[in-house]
């Protein structure tokens, strides 16, 4: 029998492995007692994964099998079937704290690609952006319609991993996981699809009218081709044609940011350019730390997007770049401390895209420009009625609209007749946002030529960037001179 060693690929369909093993494959998932005890993993992800594997196994039943559940050691568990002459089979995959086990589990085992990331030899951008396109075109994997019966018994239940490892979902989640809810969300969205271009920056409106699918991408219930295959056949009847581009154009990100921890294995714990490496990392802060994990900063929208990070599992991008930005140019604190909490609580946290976008909103890659999010003016853009601040934000309800964006501006005569009372009901700003961002723009203008420079190293270049958009010789041109009009961006 040939082991299928599912991971984050929790579905039959567009398979790689599993076509390869063809009708003798005996599909296992292995829980990792690491992984169900890391702080990093909140409960309501675990239950997200757990209500995937639920659905994994009825399609497997559908077609004469049953799923393995394991628990231990990956490696360990592999070793012992292989050991009763069983072939293991999997789709290979670096986005994941682990690293060494990785490349360990490559040496021993039998891998396969089963995406548009390319695990050698990717070539320059250009090159890997036509591939990648390419494999998106692609016609799907059909999985076999029939399979042996699975000759490996499972180990443990759904329910008794639940109650070993205490997992209790406490976040208000948008649906279960899944390849069945999976299609049916992404079936729903693409009905509305002609709005999501006017959706995606308003934190009240992504909220509700996005697809909400990239949990489902992120944990293999639905292949990010047949999304955007199925994205691409209804922009032949679209009016809107921009807007199903533009989600397309994320699906086909999503990849982008998979190749990015494949060639950079440190992406989640070391700045990208080595100019940065050590930025703010002595400048630990608990009291402004702690007011930003809790939505106690004092500036509204920051504020409302922590609260609904934690209380939900999700946040639009748009409000993920600003809490980002804001940590790191801002309060001035060590990228990788948000980054991790941002990880622990998003029930689709992606390794790749939070860790490599934490490090460009932070301004640590040096490709980018310096994108310093003003929260007072994203209100003004993004949350005008303060709806979204009302939300998450309660004790904010009745302050007027003329001030939801700086309650701190409110004369002590409207605090009293709204009843939120600055410094007592809701905190005074943590810091002075403007007198921050100026010293972030000093510095990075500062450093600028020698992050500039570090792009002669072909390594740190090839960490750095995988867009053709971004010119190493124009970079490397601006290295020898004086940035005093280096782009800035206050967005």
Not at 24 to 47: G, K, Q
Not at 264 to 288: H, M, Q, S
Not at 434 to 454: G, Q, V
């Amino acid at each position: 029998m040939k082991i299928i060693w599912h991971r984050r690929d929790l579905r039959t369909s567009d398979n790689r492995a599993l076509k390869e093993a063809g009708e003798d494959a005996a599909p296992v998932y292995i829980f990792d007692p690491e992984w169900l005890e890391n702080d990093l993993v909140s409960d309501a992800r675990l239950e997200f994964v757990i209500e995937s594997l639920k659905d994994l196994n009825r399609q497997y039943v559908e077609k004469g099998s049953h799923l393995a559940l394991l628990h231990g050691d990956p490696v360990e568990k592999l070793e012992e079937l292989q050991g009763e002459g069983h072939e293991v089979f999997f789709n290979l995959d670096a986005n994941h704290f682990r690293q060494e086990r990785e490349k360990e589990v490559r040496e021993k085992f039998c891998g396969f690609e089963n995406s548009a990331v390319k695990t050698s030899g990717r070539g320059d951008a250009e090159e890997w952006e036509e591939d990648a396109k390419n494999w998106f075109r692609e016609k799907r994997i059909e999985a076999p319609e029939k399979l042996s019966d699975n000759p490996v018994e499972s180990e443990v239940s759904l329910d008794e991993i639940r109650d070993e490892h205490d997992i209790e979902p406490g976040k208000k989640k948008f649906g279960e996981g899944g390849t069945q809810e999976a299609r049916k969300r992404l079936e729903s969205f693409l009905d509305r699809i002609e709005i999501y271009s006017g959706c995606i920056s308003s934190p009240s409106k992504a909220e509700a009218s996005t697809s909400h699918l990239s949990p489902y991408i992120r944990y293999g219930c639905i292949s990010p081709r047949e999304v955007y295959q199925r994205a691409e056949k209804k922009k032949f009847k679209a009016e809107n044609k921009q807007s199903v581009e533009m989600f397309m154009e994320r699906v086909f990100w999503q990849q982008h940011f998979n190749q990015k921890i494949e060639d950079n294995p440190k992406l989640f714990e070391e700045a990208i350019n080595p100019v940065y490496r050590d930025l703010n990392k002595d400048n630990y802060d608990e009291e402004k730390i702690e007011s930003w994990k809790n939505g106690r900063t004092g500036y509204p929208l920051i504020d409302a997007s922590m609260r609904a990070l934690v209380e939900t599992g999700w946040l639009n991008f748009r409000m993920r770049a600003m809490c980002a930005s804001f940590f790191s140019y801002i309060l001035k604190q060590w990228w990788k401390i948000g980054a991790d909490f941002f990880y622990r609580h998003l029930i689709d946290a992606d390794v790749a895209i939070n860790y490599y976008q934490w490090q460009m909103q932070s301004g640590l890659v040096g490709v980018h420009a310096n994108r310093i999010y003003d929260p007072t003016k994203q209100v003004e853009e993004k949350d005008p009625d303060g709806e979204f601040i009302r939300k998450y934000v309660p004790e904010l309800r009745s302050v007027p609209d003329k001030f939801i964006a700086e309650p701190w501006k409110m004369p002590e005569k409207v605090q009293e007749e709204c009843g939120v009372v600055i410094g007592r009901n809701y905190p005074e700003p943590v810091v002075d946002y403007d007198r921050e961002a100026r010293k972030a723009r000093k510095l990075f203008e500062k450093k600028a030529p020698e992050a500039y420079a570090s792009f002669k190293d072909d390594e740190v270049w090839r960490k750095a960037s995988l867009s053709s958009r971004n010119s190493r010789e124009k970079i490397l041109e601006e290295a020898g001179r004086p940035q005093s009009d280096l782009k800035e961006f206050q967005i």
